[in-house]
């Protein structure tokens, strides 16, 4: 079993981001002094970096440069962006939003210190299209799920998460907004707790520890 103690307070957290920030933007707003974001990063230049440049915080850039562009190095990009996220000695990294699977370099530099949080009740439904996925299955119920984060795409042991409704009606659009209004709350929840008192891995599970 892994136990990721609680640091002297606040908590440092590096925020990662690829879109419009929404999840960065709740953190913003809702941490409290136990939680400090001390930077956000990026693999492109998105709205998430306006927002933390706009809040006074230190941003970077690791850009991507996908496959069958010039520069493509997947293996160095990683190597880079854990120099970059190291270079502000968090105690825990945040993947709010950020659309790039990050590799074991990146993993194994942070293991068991790297929360995600996805748009549906893991292992349900992994992957970009999880929104989707979960409509056209015809589920009754989804959700969010903070999980951390190992190398496979949304298979780390799962911290938290609270499920949203699906409605007759529902669009992905729709009812994606209803699963973002939790995720949002959620991951300021789950900060707010990790701070006070840490978490456990063992395997498969994970939990925050109790108070």
Known sequence: MTEISTPSAPLRVVVLASGTGSLLQSMLDNLDGTVEIVAVGADRPC??????????????????????????????????????IAGHRPDL??????????????????????????????????????????????????????????TGVDTGPILAQRAVDVRHDDTVDTLHERIKTVERQLIVDVLHAISRTGYSIDGRKAWINHD
């Open 93 to 150: 990294v945040v993947s709010a939003g950020f659309m790039r699977i990050l590799g074991e370099e990146v993993v194994d530099r942070f293991r068991g210190r790297i929360i995600n949080t996805h748009p549906a009740l893991l292992p349900a439904f992994p992957g970009a299209h999880a929104v989707a996925d979960a409509l056209n299955y015809g589920v009754a119920v989804t959700g969010s799920t903070v999980h951390v984060v190992d």
């Open 47 to 84: 709205r998430a970096l306006t927002r933390a440049e706009d809040a006074g915080l230190t941003t970077f850039l690791e850009e991507y440069a996908p496959a069958g562009t010039p520069g493509h190095d997947r293996a160095a990009w990683n190597h880079r962006l854990a120099e970059r």
